[in-house]
Antibody
Framework: EVQLVESGGDLVQPGGSLRLSCAVS????????MNWVRQPPGKGLEWVSS????????YYADSVKGRFTISRDNAKKSLYLQMNSLRAEDTAVYYCARGRIEMATKDYSMDVWGIGTTVTVSS | DIQMTQSPSSLSASVGDRVNITCRASQSISIYLNWYQQQPGKAPKVLIYAASSLGSGVPSRFSGSGSGTDFTLLISSLQPEDFATYYCQQSYSSLYSFGGGTRVEIK
């Protein structure tokens, strides 16, 4: 069974740091681009970051660029998000999501999601 | 960056109703548009990919159309399990972005 399980969410003070993890199973992890997507309480989805299968191509939303770092360990089948200089507006449920490219159209969607981990930034 | 705008932000409908949700991109994105459904307290699920292709296991009452900048998600006959929030997402740019969401509520 394909599964993504996030962990590492916590209550942290503004300016603090946190590292999220996503453990995957049930598919060839290194073959897939992976994403972090967040959802503030009562609000919509915001794409945060993505990383290629080999880990050599990274993208970030402007809202987190320079503060967050995405990484992966294909041997451990794990995805990470290092979050520094945290702000109140970073408070959200953070989901990891698998990227899938549809061969016929080359469209890219996020076809498998974890259940999320909650990050709260507050003093 | 590509901005995605959905309308309406919320709607009330009855079981059996036909429901349309629209999504507009700030620039042309060809057909690189996906629709997701999110039930309360759950992770999103992909409904439609590449603007009009039905996701795996998704009922045929869901359909998508459009290309360029304007897209539509149609639910032909609303069912009780369809009351949820729907999001569009563009994949034309590698800086993937979502629309603000449309909450479908029971009338």
């Amino acid at each position: 069974e394909v599964q993504l399980v996030e962990s590492g969410g916590d209550l942290v003070q503004p300016g603090g740091s946190l590292r999220l993890s996503c453990a995957v199973s049930g598919f060839t992890f290194s073959s897939y681009e992976m994403n972090w997507v967040r959802q503030p309480p009562g609000k919509g989805l915001e794409w945060v970051s993505s990383i290629s299968g080999r880990g050599n191509t990274l993208y970030y939303a402007d809202s987190v660029k320079g503060r967050f770092t995405i990484s992966r360990d294909n041997a451990k089948k794990s995805l990470y998000l290092q979050m520094n200089s945290l702000r109140a507006e970073d408070t959200a449920v953070y989901y990891c999501a698998r990227g899938r490219i549809e061969m016929a159209t080359k469209d890219y969607s996020m076809d498998v999601w974890g259940i999320g981990t909650t990050v709260t930034v507050s003093s | 960056d590509i901005q995605m705008t959905q309308s309406p932000s919320s709607l009330s409908a009855s079981v059996g109703d036909r429901v349309n949700i629209t999504c507009r991109a700030s620039q042309s994105i060809s057909i690189y548009l996906n629709w997701y459904q999110q039930q309360p307290g759950k992770a999103p699920k992909v409904l439609i990919y590449a603007a009009s292709s039905l996701g795996s296991g998704v009922p045929s009452r869901f359909s998508g159309s459009g290309s360029g900048t304007d897209f539509t998600l149609l639910i032909s006959s609303l069912q009780p399990e369809d009351f949820a929030t729907y999001y569009c997402q563009q994949s034309y740019s590698s800086l993937y972005s979502f629309g603000g969401g449309t909450r479908v509520e029971i009338k």
